[in-house]
């Protein structure tokens, strides 16, 4: 299996920006949360997590094959094939735990951290009802697409309530790492 530090270098390779590396960092937290909450293997949720968007900011309209890619060139299929499928529009079908995970993490991980940003106090006192009421709110975080959102939750089968709290606790147990 690929290294942790093998995939961090390859994020840090690919990607600049620290918005983007941040993202990555906190999909990488709630997978391996979720992995081990599930007893499915945390290196290989974070690994996947944490890599999900490399590609995206250094190839945009490659996304994300440059990175499903190089980890099929480094015998990683079950990794690169839940990266293939972390968005419903690519049509990729959703395997297992791993797949379905992500596809249920992503969005919503980077929407909670879009409402970390707005408040005062940041995580402290965020809850999934705040949540839920942005998510109503179409001209917030308007790149969000609730539609994956939803879908996600489905795949994942488990309850919106329920995903947003265990989100918001494992952000919250790294908020000052990641500034929110």
């Not at 983007?20 to 293997?41: I, P, S």
Request: charged share 30%; net charge negative; glycine share 4%.
């Amino acid at each position: 299996m690929i290294s942790y530090q093998e995939a961090k270098d390859i994020l840090f390779d690919l990607t600049k920006g620290d918005s983007l590396r941040r993202h990555a960092r906190t999909v990488e937290l709630v997978m391996e949360a979720y992995a081990r909450k599930l007893q499915e293997d945390p290196q290989e949720w974070a690994i996947t997590g944490m890599l999900h968007d490399a590609d995206y900011e250094a190839y945009p309209d490659e996304h994300p094959n440059r990175i499903v890619s190089l980890l099929r060139e480094k015998g990683e299929e079950k990794i690169a094939h839940a990266i293939s499928a972390h968005y419903t529009r690519w049509n990729v079908p959703w395997e297992n735990s791993l797949d379905k995970a992500l596809i249920a993490c992503d969005e919503i991980t980077g929407f909670i951290v879009a409402c970390c940003q707005v408040r005062p106090d940041g995580i402290e006192t965020l809850t999934p009802k705040s949540v839920k009421k942005k998510l109503k709110q179409r001209s917030f975080a308007a790149s969000v697409d609730r539609g994956e959102i939803e879908k996600g939750v489905e795949l994942f089968e488990v309850d919106l309530t329920e995903h947003i709290q265990f989100i918001i606790d494992v952000l919250q147990e790294n908020k000052e790492e990641l500034g929110i």
